[in-house]
């Protein structure tokens, strides 16, 4: 079956750094996406992995194992305006992406 | 970088009435259009992929009947949700994908339905 995990909600404190986590396990892999949804808006792309390794773009960096089935979200220097959902999405082998349920990230002063 | 529209942004209706949602690429051809819905505090689910020219393609447990996705051109795609009541109360999102390496998927900016 299809499976991805990653928490469902995180706290944070404005300037920190945090690191939202996803676990997958897919039929087919074409590539890892992150998204960020705010409440009641689209989702919008952050970032693509395909190959091993940390992508860096600005404050937000994605990894990904693929032999581990595994990826993270790290945002640096956080900022009120971080507090949203972050969606982890694979593209399985029909180029369909496949969704994880999000996790709700709240900054705090 | 890739825009993709959806009108309209939000409606309100009776229950048993239609309900046309579109949706539009404005700057770059869409070779597939996706149609999501998303109820409160929960993950995006793909209702159906449609490629331009060709009949859609739904997911299971979706009602083709019901939920009517119309792909006509390389630059437009609407869902029409026919006879609605209110369990289709939702979040629509149209995504865009065409021609690049990754196959990334432009969101449209959603339509909240509400039936009431």
């Known amino acids: 079956g299809q499976n991805i995990d990653q928490p469902t909600e995180m706290t944070a404190t404005e300037g920190a750094i945090v690191q939202i986590n996803c676990t997958y396990q897919t039929s087919g892999f074409n590539g890892l996406f992150w998204y960020q949804q705010h409440a009641g808006e689209a989702p919008t792309f952050l970032s693509y992995?395909?190959l091993d390794g940390l992508e860096e773009k600005g404050r937000f960096s994605s990894f990904l194992s693929r032999s581990k089935g595994y990826s993270y979200l790290l945002l640096k220097e956080l900022q009120m305006k971080d507090s949203a959902s972050y969606l982890c999405?694979?593209?399985?082998?029909?180029?369909?992406?496949?969704w994880g349920a999000g996790t709700k990230l709240i900054i705090k002063p | 970088g890739a825009v993709v529209s959806q009108h309209p942004s939000w409606v309100i209706c009776k229950s048993g009435t239609s309900v046309k949602i579109e949706c539009r690429s404005l700057d770059f051809q869409a070779t597939t259009m996706f149609w999501y819905r998303q109820f409160p505090k929960q993950s995006l689910m793909l209702m159906a992929t449609?490629?331009?020219?060709?009949?859609?393609?739904?997911e299971q447990g979706v009602e083709k009947d019901k939920f009517l996705i119309n792909h006509a051109s390389l630059t437009l795609s609407t869902l029409t949700v026919t006879s609605a009541h209110p369990e289709d109360s939702s979040f629509y999102i149209c995504?865009?994908?065409?021609?690049?390496?990754?196959?990334?998927?432009?969101f449209g900016p959603g339509t909240r339905l509400t039936v009431l």
């Open positions: 992995n395909v």
């Open positions: 999405a694979i593209m399985d082998s029909n180029y369909q992406l496949i």
């Open positions: 995504s865009a994908s065409g021609g690049l390496d990754y196959n990334e998927q432009f």
């Open positions: 449609s490629n331009e020219g060709s009949k859609a393609t739904y």
